[in-house]
């Protein structure tokens, strides 16, 4: 079943189309990633689905359950961590914590007890009775990151959450959502233009830009959509026994059975292009010739390479 | 277990009501109320010992005269509330939405399961029972100081004409309040929310008027004109001046805290001849304003349902 369904959401501002006939169908348990440069309408498309924004046309079901119909039942079983989550400052991590279990109608004790637990949960058990006013925004991050597990989601909506934590921070954070949503088997929806940190830690990625879902799918599935053909590069460092430089065509005449694109050299180094994946063939020629091969790395498309390939084709 | 809907209602005007009483504005604003109170009781006391001498009528209605005696140098007590009455609404207010939506703090509220007119309305009771607390606190003061001084108790009359002075006053702090949070709906900012609020606060108080008498002066330049033989310049003064919440509240509370007062604006001589210079009773005095009253309230309720309807309307996005 799934857990989210978008289907043909579009969101316009007067002439403005923010949003665009997006499609987009999320399993349970999920984690997925909503790429774009800023100012593509991630934002939008995520205040659709909490019911915060009407759509102009075209409905989003998130649990069965239609926010513009029903959003204080939707909001009862989904969560939403915005870019730069507010709290109130003058108030403790622990009475802001107790603040929205309160309205999610828990009683005072019952909202004392989770809070604690959450609080402890997400390592911030020493600063419970500091102001929030005093928070480091890692902490802040991860206080909003227990005001979102309060209520026992099904569904996590983040929005760009890795903003402004330093490496480790972003490290510590993504790790987090990452194990309690596997734990608890929460469907994790979050948007990001930090293409490394989506790479990571989840299972889908949606490049969404200018309004549109451009492509949806694993790494591999957005190589291929979004670049047309599926290619990867493997990288080889030789070495010619005698010292001898090792020349572009001789590692051709090696290879020539193999169907390969392109031989790009660099010192000692080559990085062939093909279509299909021969690192271990390459290996086995290059060893039978009389090359050391003393450096083997199959490279396969990173976010970054496929984002900015996209970009530069169609600028 | 999970409690019924309506708690959490009164959890958020219960986080609302901590938020005033903690906030530092609340608690310089509530000094200097104070100390206006207790300063107008001075001169009360002052000037009461004169008032009760010079005139030893039965049913002089000493505890009213609490509230409405003043001197040359500190005016009386409802002066005092009409004047600062607004500016305790207006700070109240400012920045009941446009604060949380700037700190982050609206839409994260939002997110979480409660209708969305939870929070106007939380952030409307709340404030209205902090100012009637302070309200009847304040009166209570000055009943329980005056029963000290007077020596005897206040009549039932007197008691109940208090209750609904008090109670007028609530009304009137609370149009302002919800003036404030339609402005603060308005405008992102607190402050410009903040000076528009003073700005009609200070035209009510002062610029209108000016504005009334200026026009008066040119279209009815003299008493003997054929104008003036149609409409008296103060007959119509008056009724320009009704528009204002200030005047409302400030003939609505002399009415009831001077029950001598008969009419409100000009009596001809037919309507005063043949009657007793009686105090008028409660429910005559009511009858009197009741219109005020009534004015005051409507007001009250368009500018809470304007902020109603554009806050339910309005579109919340993070900051």
Excluded at chain 1, 183 to 206: A, M, P, W, Y
Aim: charged fraction near 20%.
């Amino acid at each position: 079943m799934n857990i989210i369904e978008l289907t043909n959401l579009t969101k316009k501002y007067g002439n403005f189309t923010a949003v665009d006939n997006v499609n987009l169908k999320i399993k349970k348990g999920e984690i997925f990633g909503l790429l774009g440069p800023n100012g593509a309408g991630k934002s939008t498309l995520i205040l659709m689905m909490l019911g915060l924004t009407e759509p102009t046309y075209g409905s989003a079901i998130i649990c069965g359950i239609d926010p513009i119909r029903n959003p204080i039942e939707l909001k009862k079983k989904i969560s939403y961590l915005p870019e730069d989550i507010g709290f109130y400052d003058d108030m403790t991590g622990l009475e802001n914590l107790v603040y929205t279990a309160r309205l999610n109608k828990y009683s005072e004790q019952e909202a004392q007890e989770r809070a604690l637990e959450l609080l402890e949960k997400v390592g911030l058990k020493e600063a419970i009775n500091k102001r929030v006013g005093t928070y480091s925004r890692g902490m802040r991050q991860r206080l909003g990151f227990a005001d979102v597990l309060i209520k026992n989601p099904e569904v996590i909506i983040l929005d760009e959450p890795t903003l402004g934590l330093d490496p480790t921070g972003i490290v510590e954070f993504l790790n987090l959502i990452v194990g309690l949503s596997k734990k608890l088997n929460i469907t994790v929806l979050f948007s990001s233009h930090h293409l490394h940190q989506v790479q990571e830690v989840c299972d889908r990625v949606g490049i969404f830009v200018n309004g549109k879902l451009l492509a949806e799918g694993n790494i591999k599935d957005l190589a291929e959509k979004l670049l047309g053909k599926h290619s990867l590069i493997v990288e080889i460092g030789v070495k010619h026994k005698d010292g001898q430089e090792i020349k572009t065509e001789d590692i051709k005449k090696i290879l020539s059975q193999f169907e390969i694109i392109s031989i790009e050299k660099r010192n000692d180094y080559f990085s062939i292009e093909c279509k299909e994946d021969i690192t271990s063939e390459v290996a086995k020629s290059i060893i039978k010739s009389n090359i050391d091969l003393i450096h083997l790395d199959k490279k396969e498309y990173t976010l970054d390479e496929i984002y900015y390939r996209y970009f530069e084709k169609n600028n | 277990m999970k409690n019924n809907h309506n708690n959490t209602f009164w959890v958020i005007v219960q986080k609302e009501i901590t938020d005033h009483i903690r906030n530092w504005r609340f608690i310089i604003l509530s000094i200097i109320i104070l100390l206006t109170t207790l300063s107008s009781m001075y001169t009360t006391i002052v000037n009461i010992s004169k008032a009760i001498k010079s005139q030893e009528i039965e049913g002089a209605f000493y505890f009213l005269r609490l509230f409405t005696t003043g001197s040359e140098s500190l005016p009386s007590f409802i002066v005092f509330l009409g004047f600062l009455g607004p500016l305790l609404g207006i700070a109240m207010g400012f920045d009941a939405i446009n604060s949380e939506q700037n700190r982050g703090t609206l839409i994260r509220v939002l997110s979480q399961p409660i209708p969305r007119d939870y929070i106007i309305n939380a952030k409307f009771v709340a404030a209205l029972i902090i100012i009637s607390i302070m309200f009847f606190t304040l009166g209570f003061l000055i009943l329980g100081i005056g029963f000290i001084i007077i020596g005897f108790p206040p009549t039932p009359e007197e008691f109940l004409r208090i209750i609904f002075f008090i109670i007028l006053s609530i009304i009137y702090v609370s149009f302002w309040l919800n003036m404030s949070i339609y402005f603060s709906l308005r405008f992102r900012q607190p402050a410009t929310s903040a000076l528009a609020g003073i700005a009609v606060w200070l035209f009510c108080s002062i610029f209108y008027i000016m504005i009334v008498d200026l026009l008066i002066k040119i279209f009815i330049p003299s008493e003997t004109s054929s104008i003036a033989r149609l409409i008296s310049p103060d007959y119509l003064r008056i009724i320009l001046l009704r528009i204002l919440p200030n005047e409302l509240y400030s003939e609505a509370t002399t009415t009831l805290l001077m029950p001598s007062i008969r009419s409100l604006g000009p009596l001809t001589y037919e309507k005063v001849y043949g009657s007793l210079p009686n105090p008028l009773s409660l429910s005559q005095s009511l009858l009197l304003v009741w219109a005020h009253i009534t004015a005051l309230i409507a007001g009250t309720i368009i500018f809470f349902v304007l902020s109603y309807t554009s806050f339910m309307k309005k579109e919340i996005r993070p900051r």
